[in-house]
């Protein structure tokens, strides 16, 4: 198993649509993506543009494909109109399995 942090920052005013599209997203994904398990959203308590995803994966090559797919692409290209900045991902593989 992997885990995916996804770091955003959005633009002033964006907040509760970027939430509600997560909710929307997480459903997609739990769904319609093979190796995704699970994803949970996190918003900074000193910036509340700043969130974080925090998602689990069954292994890299799972998210990997994920992120060539369709899907990821639509997200993206929607993501440019509400981000400030280019969004940055970390991906953390868990050693006390």
Do not use: C
């Not at 994904?29 to 994966?57: C, M, T």
């Not at 799972?62 to 991902?89: C, D, N, V, W």
């Amino acid at each position: 198993m992997i885990n995916v942090g996804l770091y955003y920052k959005l633009k002033p005013g964006h907040e509760e649509e970027f939430e509600k599209i997560f909710t929307q997203v997480l459903t997609f994904l739990k769904n319609n993506v093979e190796g995704f398990i699970d994803a949970k959203l996190y918003k900074n308590v000193n910036d509340n543009r700043e969130y974080l995803v925090y998602s689990e994966w069954e292994s890299i090559e799972a998210f990997k494909k994920f992120m060539l797919s369709r899907q990821f692409t639509q997200t993206t290209e929607y993501g440019k109109t509400i981000l400030e900045g280019i969004p940055r991902h970390k991906i953390l593989k868990e050693i006390n399995e």
